[in-house]
């Protein structure tokens, strides 16, 4: 009963042919079941780090009540991208593992982008972006929408994460400061991405998700390099900050 279990979670995880040459014939070296394996442990580990990637980014803005330095409409253009990919292969019907964290990094970049409106002095605002946003996506994956309307979506998102992200790096540049980025955010996201490039060649083959990850990792990369930029510019401010404090 227990070897039954096993062997049903193992292949889960890899295919049947990958499953005979691991424990039948315990051939460890196959080439194709490595790069396959480890495809799906990354893209099991990319989903199950996506559950709280944004977190830090979500609690640094509650914490400080104030979502300073977060562009709003390069928020919900991420979001946008981030949307059409989950979409567009949940309906082409692409394993979970090659895109599962999307559904996850919807939810907490929606709400980032509530929070933006929220803490803008919109709260009403921040209520019904959140209710559009839902019913767009019900209706995304309802079924009743053309594929090639999705593809569309899909491509699109290459352009768009370019000038998402460009907006953030403009408003950094700006302001002289990363503001309430979240390093450890940008870091996981920027890791994901990078790994995202293997799994979508191996899971997908879609040219168009693998051109996606590929601009993802190069624009998140540039956030990265502003965050080490900019560190001690921030600490500097925030002991600025601290010190008016204590003197009133």
Do not use: H
Request: aromatic share 12%; proline share 2%.
């Amino acid at each position: 009963m227990a070897s039954e279990f096993v062997k049903g979670l193992l292949l889960s995880l890899l295919s049947p042919e990958c499953y005979e040459e691991y424990f039948t014939k315990y051939n460890f070296l196959d080439v194709p079941c490595f790069k396959a394996s480890l495809s799906k442990g990354l893209g099991i580990g990319i989903i199950a780090g996506s559950i709280l990637v944004k977190v830090p980014q979500i609690l640094k803005i509650l914490n400080s009540k104030s979502a300073e330095g977060i562009n709003f409409y390069g928020v919900c253009l991420e979001l946008f991208a981030i949307t059409a990919n989950f979409v567009y292969s949940f309906v082409m019907g692409f394993p979970f593992s090659a895109w599962g964290e999307g559904t996850f990094l919807a939810i907490q970049t929606a709400i980032i982008a509530a929070l933006v409106l929220y803490y803008g002095g919109s709260s009403g605002l921040a209520t019904a972006f959140l209710g559009s946003y839902t019913g767009a996506v019900s209706a995304l994956i309802s079924g009743y929408t053309p594929t090639d309307i999705l593809w569309s979506m899909q491509a699109a998102t290459v352009p768009i994460i370019l000038v998402a992200k460009t907006i953030q790096v403009v408003t950094n540049y700006k302001n002289g400061s990363t503001g309430q980025l979240s390093a450890i955010t940008c870091l996981m996201l920027f890791g994901g991405s990078i790994a995202r490039i293997f799994t979508s060649i191996q899971e997908t083959g879609d040219f168009i998700i693998i051109l996606t990850y590929c601009v993802s990792t190069a624009a998140n990369g540039a956030l990265v390099l502003q965050l080490f930029w900019y560190w001690n510019v921030d600490k500097t401010s925030k002991n600025k900050i601290k010190k008016k404090k204590k003197r009133t």
